[in-house]
């Protein structure tokens, strides 16, 4: 005697799904090159260990896009899978863009595990208290105001190791051909920004979605 099977459409659904397995959104979907993000000829020097893929955020810290972005970079950072580095690279499109790179490595060298929030505090003292740090003085009274000493702050502006971060973050802004901030650049091979991709959380997405890509 024969067995007759009989499925219902969601019975039926259900196996499919079971055969064909659970697919993460992230990977699932898929970005285009030219619209959300575009791909950087020749690729650009990075400073990952082997192994690992490098994404790394163009700030400034006068915009105030950048300032807006930061919560979010702040989650993805949290969260980040254990193959990716991420770092910072200040845009320097003109002198005063220079200076806050300036400012953003001295801060780094100062407080370089974080625990003092110097990056958090710059961007506070510039766009919630209006304050201007504009030259060596200004950047003097900022930190010695967060507790660093002089002696450490002059030492920082003189350091070969802040001279060779200016020129890492120059060669990144011009070879980059980057015009706006915020932009994220995945290993050097991939540029994106949330002006391209109309949002901070897809920014997020298409961000995975490439590091994905560099992963295999």
Request: charged share 25%; aromatic share 10%; glycine share 6%.
């Amino acid at each position: 005697m024969k067995r007759v099977f009989s499925f219902t459409l969601p019975a039926l659904l259900l196996a499919i799904v079971g055969l064909a397995g659970c697919i993460p959104e992230s990977q699932a979907r898929t970005f285009t090159e030219n619209v959300d993000f575009a791909v950087i000829t020749p690729p650009l020097s990075t400073q990952a260990e082997e192994g690992k893929v490098e994404v790394a955020e163009i700030f400034w810290y006068g915009c105030p896009h950048c300032y807006t972005l930061e919560p979010t970079m702040e989650k993805y950072v949290a969260n980040k899978p254990d193959n990716v580095t991420f770092s910072r690279v200040p845009a320097m499109l003109d002198a005063s863009w220079s200076f806050h790179g300036k400012l953003y490595y001295v801060g780094q060298m100062l407080d370089a595990d974080g625990s003092k929030g110097i990056h958090t505090k710059i961007f506070e003292a510039l766009h919630k208290q209006r304050r201007r740090i504009a030259n060596d003085d200004q950047l003097r009274r900022f930190f010695t105001g967060n507790g660093f000493k002089a002696d450490e702050i002059n030492n920082a502006l003189k350091s070969m190791e802040l001279k060779a971060q200016l020129d890492y973050a120059k060669e990144i802004t011009f070879k980059s051909s980057l015009d706006s901030v915020p932009t994220l650049i995945v290993n050097g091979k991939y540029l994106t920004s949330p002006s391209m991709v109309s949002g901070n959380d897809k920014l997020l997405e298409v961000v995975n979605y490439l590091t994905g890509l560099e992963s295999k």
